[in-house]
């Protein structure tokens, strides 16, 4: 009688562990949090979080692939959600909320969804630059003039992949060749190439420098903040990311982890993106943006994430020694 006891426990043990949505999250904490609960708010399903960045969450949902401990992986670049679905980790879902999502925001089988995205932008503190008597920059071109030397930052990409989707960016407006050729000539004004891909937007919020480049919820929190920061978007265009999400192949929860990807796809779920102040963009353009700038006046430079994947070490190779010596 004690063993069916004990036996009958862990059962209930067992089926208390999965009751609830389990969330790998590689959206920063805080603001997986504001999402998270806004749905648990909305849909009053229960949810586990478990945050992890890209790189771990990647290996911990292979190694556990034959016992999945996570019914969703939330958040990390759509790169990182392509190679989940070429090497068999999730599984497809087709929701009726991407009618009205640009459809190179997320996958036509249904493996993954986007989150919200973040375009790439310059961000300038307006003190600094009127104390240097130096104009807002427009456009990419404007921040070779002499008038910025040492007063830019922009993250290292050989630690940041921030810095890398802005080389990537550049070769959609300049070509290979080009892109290498103007940072190069960039590098006169460039005051430090940050470790951090938000290093940037420290130095810019109190002034420390003149303006920045890098993804925008940073330099938007500073304007919120009150601090005398203003965001451009070239005119050329700039890259983006978008953060997506995918169903676990395996999830014990498989009703509630489509709830899930059905209600941050929507308009209600891109609405709260907005209104929880995460300062991300939300990937709809029917819903109310708030303090953003609306994503229909950036223009966006697409990117094929397998083929920045595939030239990754290739271009910062050539980052590395024809860029940084200057």
Partial sequence: MKRILILLLSLVIAVGLFANLVV????????????????????GIKVDFVFL????????????????????????????????????????????SVYGVLP???????????????PL??????????QIKAPVPETWEDLL???YSR??????????????????????????????????????????????????????????????????????????????????FPKEGVPYEVASVSI???????ADAQKLVDWVVSKAGQQQVVDQQTYFYPIRSDVDFGTLQPLSTIKLLPVDPAWAAENKTRLIERWVNEVLPY
């Avoid at 430090?192 to 890098?214: C, D, E, H, R």
């Avoid at 676990?248 to 498989?254: D, E, H, Q, V, Y």
């Fill in 24 to 43: 790998y999250s590689s959206v920063d904490e805080a603001n997986a949090r504001k999402i998270l609960n806004a749905f648990v708010a909305e849909t």
């Fill in 145 to 147: 003039k002499p008038a």
């Fill in 104 to 118: 190179e925001f997320y996958d036509i089988d249904g493996f993954y969804h986007p989150i919200y995205m973040n």
């Fill in 151 to 232: 007063m830019i930052q922009y993250p290292n990409p050989q630690s940041s992949g921030t810095a890398y989707s802005l080389i990537t960016g550049l070769l959609q407006i300049y070509g290979e060749n080009g892109a290498i050729e103007y940072l190069r000539k960039l590098a006169p004004n460039i005051q430090t190439y940050t470790q951090s891909g938000t290093g940037p937007s420290k130095a810019v919020g109190p002034g420390q420098v003149a303006m920045g480049i890098q993804f925008t919820p940073a330099f938007f929190q500073f304007m919120e903040q009150g601090y005398p920061v203003d965001v451009v």
């Fill in 53 to 96: 960045s890209s790189g771990p969450a990647l290996a911990r949902i292979e190694a556990e692939i034959n016992n999945p401990q996570a019914d969703v992986w939330f958040g990390a670049p759509l790169e990182n959600h392509i190679i989940a679905k070429e090497r068999g980790l999730t599984q497809a879902y087709k929701t009726l």
């Fill in 121 to 130: 932008g310059i961000g300038i503190n307006k003190t600094v630059l009127e």
């Fill in 248 to 254: 676990l192949k395996g999830a014990r929860n498989l």
